[in-house]
């Protein structure tokens, strides 16, 4: 039974890697076709930030 559970473990994780690799040429490639990043990838920086503790 311990088997079975540490391979399905195993299988998530290679499922896991296997989604961020393509991921990663996914953005690649746009870099070399546009020069951006794709939206879905891109990170959205919010023009007003709060203020931290004791400004």
Request: net charge positive.
């Amino acid at each position: 039974m311990a088997k079975m559970e540490t391979q399905g473990f195993q299988y998530k994780l290679w499922n896991r890697d296997l989604a961020a690799c393509l991921n990663m040429i996914s953005i690649i490639l746009n870099l070399r076709n546009t020069g951006q990043i794709p939206e879905r990838f891109a990170r959205h920086v919010h023009s007003k930030r709060r203020p931290r503790m004791g400004e």
